[in-house]
């Protein structure tokens, strides 16, 4: 593996007052991750159906401005809910309050519930994966528009494992990309966004792989990093945000880098 190991933690934006949010992002820096990432949804995904959740993206400002070290972005935010180039915009402002540390993870979106009730036509899956492919190259052009531009080339990360589409999307335009299931799945997802990447003359190396983990290192890690797993994404929910499984993730990828770098 030639990409350091990374750790971040999704701060599930669900069941918790924000000062509790905030509490679990200042918690998490001092911690040592990497990222810090929430998710883009109006409702929570566990628990109860109707409990506290708080929006996205005015969220991730307030991060900006409340972290110094780590980056920090959506895991993903949903391409249906803001137009291309306004979602273009508001990320490269997040990007000059942060510094530079602004991740745009997106996604095609999912949930049906944030849909109905905030007024946007679910359409279908095939539907929602063309707008997304519509919307990539509008985003990344309003970049080149705006002034000022942005401080970095900012970082895409895709969410998704669609074979079809989804993977070659994120061959055109990510520089992470977010997969799902277990390492024999993350393995065959992998090999086919390998083969995207060489139709179309890039270098699958320049694209960090990323996943979430639900056990801890001594589990999983080395079956992920067999995978070609190098980001490690920790969620956790309030109002608790239990960083305890973080931090041996923390532990894990320093030694993990250090025994890489002597090799």
Not at 19 to 24: G, L, S
Not at 165 to 173: G, M
Request: aromatic share 10%.
């Amino acid at each position: 593996m030639t990409t350091p190991a990374r750790v971040a933690v999704q701060i599930q934006p669900q069941h918790a007052d924000y000062a509790q949010i905030r509490r679990a992002v200042a918690a998490a820096e001092e911690a040592g991750v990497d990222i810090v990432y929430n998710w883009d949804h109006f409702f929570p995904l566990s628990g109860e159906a109707d409990g506290k959740h708080f929006e996205c993206w005015t969220m991730l400002g307030a991060w900006a401005e409340a972290t110094s070290r780590v980056e920090i972005g959506a895991l993903v935010t949903c391409n249906s809910y803001r137009n291309p180039e306004l979602l273009a915009d508001m990320a490269r402002t997040v990007d000059h309050i942060s510094d530079g540390r602004l991740i745009l993870g997106i996604g095609a979106g999912w949930f049906e519930r944030d849909y109905t009730e905030y007024g946007y036509e679910f359409g279908t899956a095939g539907s929602r994966l063309n707008d997304l492919s519509e919307a990539l190259p509008r985003i990344t052009k309003r970049w080149s528009k705006l002034n000022p531009a942005p401080t970095r080339d900012i970082p895409i990360l895709i969410g998704g494992g669609g074979e079809k589409k989804t993977l070659r999307y994120t061959a055109e335009y990510a520089k992470i990309w977010h997969g799902f299931g277990d390492s024999e799945t993350l393995t065959r997802k992998r090999d086919v966004l390998d083969k995207w990447c060489h139709e179309i003359g890039r270098n699958p190396a320049e694209i960090e792989r990323s996943a979430g983990v639900g056990g801890t290192p001594d589990e999983v890690a080395e079956t992920m990093v067999a995978a070609g797993i190098t980001q490690f994404t920790v969620g956790v929910s309030g109002p608790d945000y239990d960083l305890g499984s973080v931090r041996d993730w923390v532990a894990w990828r320093d030694d993990f880098n250090k025994a890489a770098a002597s090799a």
